[in-house]
């Protein structure tokens, strides 16, 4: 890009256009990953929906490669593209809550702890991720899920209606009754079709939730998996509970002794009566006690941001995920092997629960095709030391190349790593896949918006 095309977009915009000669330029590239390393041409801070439109305009009119950033969490750095221009909305940070109606309307560059902040002040909140500095954007647009998933389903189970931006430049609101199939796509399909400026959620009464932490040595894997994977959907939608393999962390709430030691455990999120707590987990004793196992009331805020001083922006990131129907005793070998040999204080493997309220909606009733699923899992290799990045992502291929096997073929959009290719993206969408490429056609047939886990828009005639 060269100066005159950069000061014709600093006078199309109204918010701030950041060059690569810019004193910020390069604080305006960092992203959750660090491991991403990237050089855009421009970085586009739209303060509006009206700068997102004329950007849209510009960018496609100038023949330039188009990426989108709302909290910049995407561990495939799909947020960045060289040369290009990143329409960067983090600047649409706002939340606005009607607590009659039991809605939230969120801006576009909205991270999870801005929409669980203001929603809590009413007693509100709705399934979404489990780090308060994810962006809602991205997570949205994937699907989501999260502590709340099996009470009150996914995330795109409650959104009711969002704003988007089309490559034509175009302003349109997607719900049921407006551009009912766009709304369809949106809820799973990714960024493929346009740029959200803004989300209407539906909300659900969440204050203070049960909060439980259980861990066992890593040579128990075996014995608490093939009990976890009985016991958790037999459970209550009020019980959800994420497995994960980990080095314990250095700091509270873990006793000294046991920090760094390798382990197996499940982070408990219980939604019912506080005082039934106990009650609802007096089963973790089943596969042998837990080393530690640590229960508390907790704001549920607070539990969005329990890990997000553990994992911050900065680290090196390489991860990749499948959905899971059932454990298997196999897989199980899998997860207990990988588990002995994390690589790193920070590598980590979670199986989160997309079961109860998300898979009793209707499998055909939005773009994420995993309604049959039990688990979303996701191998994150994670080190604050770039030269430990190879490392770090050589475990998660190796990880994942045993473990798929045993998965149901398709992973959550939002685990999926950079250039895994077009037929993981059809196996992640299914039968949903051809459908999803005729809403593309519709809304973006050339295809601007592609710096994404892409659906080609299908041909017509």
Not at 338 to 343: A, D, I, R, T
Request: hydrophobic content about 40%.
């Amino acid at each position: 890009m060269d100066g005159t095309t950069l000061e014709a977009m600093r006078t199309a915009l109204r918010g701030p256009v950041i060059g690569t000669q810019d004193p910020d330029y390069n604080q305006a590239r960092k992203i959750y990953n660090a491991m991403i390393d990237r050089r855009p041409a421009a970085f586009v801070r739209c303060s509006d929906a009206a700068d997102v439109m004329n950007a849209v305009d510009f960018i496609r009119d100038h023949g330039l490669e188009l990426a989108v950033r709302g909290g910049g969490h995407s561990g495939a750095g799909l947020c960045l593209v060289d040369d290009g221009v990143t329409v960067d909305l983090s600047a649409m940070r706002w939340v606005r809550v009607d607590p009659a109606a039991r809605t939230a309307s969120v801006g576009g560059g909205s991270l999870l702890g801005d929409l669980d902040h203001a929603a809590h002040a009413f007693g509100l909140g709705t399934p979404a991720g489990i780090m308060s500095t994810t962006g809602v954007g991205g997570l949205t647009l994937g699907g989501g899920h999260g502590h709340l998933t099996r009470k009150y389903g996914l995330t795109v189970d409650n959104l009711l209606s969002a704003d988007v931006v089309l490559a034509d430049g175009s302003f349109v609101t997607a719900s049921e009754s407006e551009h009912p199939d766009l709304f369809w796509a949106l809820r799973g399909g990714g960024g493929n079709f346009g740029i959200v400026t803004s989300f209407n959620f539906k909300l659900h009464p969440v204050h203070s939730v049960g909060v439980a932490i259980s861990v066992w040595p890593v040579d128990q894997t075996r014995e608490v998996l093939q009990w976890y994977r009985d016991f958790l959907p037999q459970a209550p939608d009020d019980l959800n509970g994420f497995f994960a393999l980990l080095a314990v962390p250095p700091g509270p709430p873990f006793p000294e002794e046991i920090h760094g030691h390798k382990m197996c455990g499940v982070v408990w999120c219980w939604t019912g009566d506080l005082a039934q707590l106990d009650e609802a987990l007096i089963a973790v004793n089943e596969p042998g006690a837990p080393t530690f196992h640590f229960t508390t009331p907790m704001p549920y805020p607070a539990l969005q941001t329990m890990f997000d001083e553990l994992i911050p922006t900065g680290l090196q990131w390489y991860w990749r995920g499948d959905f899971f129907d059932r454990i298997t005793d196999e897989s199980i070998g899998v997860h207990l092997k990988y588990g002995e040999n994390l690589p790193t204080g920070l590598s980590t493997m979670h199986l989160y629960p997309v079961d109860g309220a998300a898979a009793r909606v209707g499998s055909d009733d939005t773009a994420w095709a995993y309604r049959d699923a039990v688990w979303s899992g996701v191998i994150g290799g994670i080190d604050p030391d770039p030269d430990n990045a190879e490392t770090i992502k050589q475990w998660a291929v190796d990880y994942w190349e045993e473990l798929h096997p045993y998965s149901m073929g398709g992973s959550y959009v939002n685990f999926m790593g950079a250039g895994e290719g077009e037929e993981r993206v059809k196996a992640t969408y299914r039968d949903h896949f051809d459908k999803l490429a005729e809403v593309k056609a519709t809304y973006d047939p050339k295809n601007l918006f592609h710096a994404n886990q892409n659906i080609e828009p299908a041909k017509k005639g």
